[in-house]
Every structure is written in structure tokens, then in C-alpha cells.
T-cell receptor
Framework: KAGVTQTPRYLIKTRGQQVTLSCSPI?????VSWYQQTPGQGLQFLFE???????NKGNFPGRFSGRQFSNSRSEMNVSTLELGDSALYLC?????????????FGPGTRLTVL | AQTVTQSQPEMSVQEAETVTLSCTYD???????LFWYKQPPSRQMILVIR??????QNATENRFSVNFQKAAKSFSLKISDSQLGDTAMYFC?????????????FGEGTQLTVNP
């Protein structure tokens, strides 16, 4: 089985722009979670989608949004980019929501905001 | 809110030796899951081991084992026969009961270096 894939792997944007990141989960996985990783804040949970519904949301401003499609692929969008949004964005998928099933992480998208 | 604390920012060990990474957490939940993930220089997050809080037996995966002390809210990772490929950042993580979804709360991480 193919692992979790994330596109693009690297992205450079300027302040004020918006960006869309994509995550394709492992086949059969219905839960997709997103995390932001920065040197200063560490790993922080953004949101989780399960069966096209947002199940959980972390403490991020409304500029961060996401969605999930019927094939379980997920996208996250960041509008009006700020310098502090520069980070590694990781997505993880699991068969179901909750800790019963292992979460598998993708390789991440490195976003740089100039 | 749950918090996870890893008090050792960096550790080093000689190849073939044993090393223990510490993790403590704070929660009022009774049912939860604990995890250790490793993140090598490639940045790919890899699950090392998991523990269900309702299980008293400590989890073991080959050279990796945990010491889960529920009352003390402690969850340490022991790596036996350390290998060069174990060099990575190790994160301890907490997840509430299944009804709360798949939200992981991570510690700050411990950078482990295995020396030849």
C-alpha cells in the first residue's frame, strides 16, 4: 500500500498570499489530521477530518481552514499568510477516528513565507 | 487541557548500549493512549510504540519498550542495543479516549544521537 502523500513538498509564498496544501491518505483510511511543526512552538494540532466532517479543531485562527473530500483526500488552506506561518505541515491518516488505529504520517510540506 | 513534558532536550548513547527517554504527562482522563514517535533527519514521523492506558502490561516492540506508570503519569521509552539508525528526534504524545477523535498532543521532543 502506498503511504500518506503530501503535495507539494516545498512551497515559497509571500506575506498576504494564500496557500493550499494537499494530503492523500492511505487507501481505506477515513481520518486525516493536520499538524504544524515549528522550532518555537513544536508540533501543534490544527484539525481532524473524518468522513468529510471536521471532528476536532486546534487553537489556530480562522485563516487556517480545511476540508475533506469523499475519497478522503484532504486539503488545508491558509489565507493572508504571515511570516509566522512558515513551518512544516504534517498530515496523518488512520482507518478510524480515535486512538484504536495507528496514525501514519506523511513526509510533510515545508512552507516558507517571505 | 492535556500537557506532555519531555525534560531531556538532548541525549547521546554509544552504539549497542541502552538508553531511556523520559516523558511525563498531565491529564484528568482515565482512558487514553500514549505514543512514542521518532522523526529522523528526513522529517518523516514514524510510530515507535503505543500504549493503551487501560492495559497494565508495558508495551514492547523489538528493541523498544516502555515503562508506563499510570499513577505517576510517567511514560518512558527504553531503547536497547542502540543502533546508528536510531539517531532521531523522539516525541512523546498523548491522545484522549476514542470518543474525542485523533488529536495528538506532543511533547517538546528529545534529540537522541547514537555514537559509533
Amino acid at each position: 500500500k502506498a503511504g500518506v502523500t503530501q503535495t507539494p513538498r516545498y512551497l515559497i509564498k509571500t506575506r498576504g498570499q494564500q496557500v493550499t496544501l494537499s494530503c492523500s491518505p492511505i487507501s481505506g483510511h477515513r481520518s486525516v489530521s493536520w499538524y504544524q511543526q515549528t522550532p518555537g512552538q513544536g508540533l501543534q494540532f490544527l484539525f481532524e477530518y473524518f468522513s468529510e466532517t471536521q471532528r476536532n479543531k486546534g487553537n489556530f485562527p480562522g485563516r487556517f481552514s480545511g476540508r475533506q473530500f469523499s475519497n478522503s483526500r484532504s486539503e488545508m488552506n491558509v489565507s493572508t499568510l504571515e511570516l509566522g506561518d512558515s513551518a512544516l505541515y504534517l498530515c496523518a491518516s488512520s482507518i478510524s477516528s480515535g486512538g484504536r488505529d495507528t496514525q501514519y504520517f506523511g513526509p510533510g510540506t515545508r512552507l516558507t513565507v517571505l | 487541557a492535556q500537557t506532555v513534558t519531555q525534560s531531556q532536550p538532548e541525549m547521546s548513547v554509544q552504539e549497542a548500549e541502552t538508553v531511556t527517554l523520559s516523558c511525563t504527562y498531565d491529564t484528568s482522563e482515565n482512558n487514553y493512549y500514549l505514543f512514542w514517535y521518532k522523526q529522523p533527519p528526513s522529517r518523516q514521523m514514524i510510530l515507535v510504540i503505543r500504549q493503551e492506558a487501560y492495559k497494565q502490561q508495558n508495551a514492547t516492540e523489538n528493541r523498544f519498550s516502555v515503562n508506563f506508570q499510570k499513577a505517576a503519569k510517567s511514560f518512558s521509552l527504553k531503547i536497547s542495543d542502540s543502533q546508528l539508525g536510531d539517531t532521531a528526534m523522539y516525541f512523546c504524545a498523548f491522545m484522549k479516549s476514542p470518543a474525542s477523535g485523533s488529536r495528538l498532543t506532543f511533547g517538546e521532543g528529545t534529540q537522541l544521537t547514537v555514537n559509533p
